[in-house]
């Protein structure tokens, strides 16, 4: 059945409104597996109807935005997935910081960094399922859901540069986690990353990690002055990190 659905050749517009509709589904919290399903059986339909010289609205009617909330409503809320899928966000996310503060010594974290951490995750969780479901209901162009996914990529930066403002003006307390709470920490982050790499059946939170820590370690080592250490660092890291994302959209694509 995969095979012969590979094979339909949808036209544009019915191939954009299949990968909106599995956008909308899954930013409403669906199952994916159920998704796929829903997806191919309406591939089948449009293909169908595209021979018979129909257009697309035969099949969905005027407004594709209805449509793919009649569909969401009439399917159940996966929320096992979605807790999991948030859990792999938050951990992972806080993993890799865990890992890069290590690397300046013991873990000692205020009350205010903590808090803010958690609101933060909690924040960007929101925003990827709200801007996927715009994206995905709304007819915009390449531009404008390109600045959409930026906007939602920058936010928790700017976040974090206002947690560490907040966090200089605003005296709480300090927990220290000393060389054994640092070293359990860090294992259970490894332990975290490991777990989500093999889960994802993928090598990006590994590798993300490496261009995070690596580049100032290796760079320790050399006798270059520190002003030049942290400016190969910042190109190495975010550069390697945008050309290894680059690639690997590249590679999704042509499978």
């Known amino acids: 059945m995969k095979n012969e659905l590979n094979e339909l050749q949808l036209t544009k517009k019915s191939q954009e409104f299949l990968e909106n509709l599995r956008l909308y589904l899954f930013s409403t919290g669906k199952n994916p597996d159920e998704i796929e399903d829903i997806v191919n059986e309406l591939e089948v339909h449009l293909f169908e109807a595209e021979k018979k010289g129909k257009p697309i609205e035969k099949i969905i009617g005027k407004s594709p935005k209805e449509y793919m909330k009649m569909v969401s409503d009439e399917m159940a809320i996966d929320y096992r997935t979605w807790f ?6 938050v951990f992972g996310s806080f993993s890799i910081s ?32 709200m801007g996927f479901k715009y994206i995905s209901t709304i007819n915009q162009s390449n531009k404008k859901q390109g600045i959409v996914l930026v906007s939602i990529a920058i936010l928790p930066i700017v976040l974090f540069v206002g947690l560490i403002y907040l966090n200089r003006i605003i005296d709480t307390p300090v927990i220290y986690f000393g060389n054994k709470g640092s070293l359990a920490i860090g294992v259970i982050a490894a332990l975290v990353i490991i777990g989500v790499s093999i889960w994802a059946k993928s090598w990006t939170l590994i590798i993300i990690m490496a261009f ?21 660092s910042v190109i190495i890291t975010y550069g390697g990190i945008g050309i290894y994302l680059w690639i690997l959209s590249k590679m999704e694509k042509s499978n």
Do not use: H, R
């Open 98 to 129: 865990i890992f890069i503060d290590l690397w300046e010594g013991n873990l000692s974290y205020t009350f205010m960094e903590i808090i803010g951490s958690i609101a933060i995750g909690a924040i960007f969780i929101v925003s990827v399922v």
């Open 212 to 232: 995070l820590i690596l580049p100032d370690y290796l760079l320790n080592l050399t006798p270059l002055q520190d002003e030049a250490q942290l400016i190969i």
């Open 84 to 89: 999991k899928y948030i859990c792999l966000i």
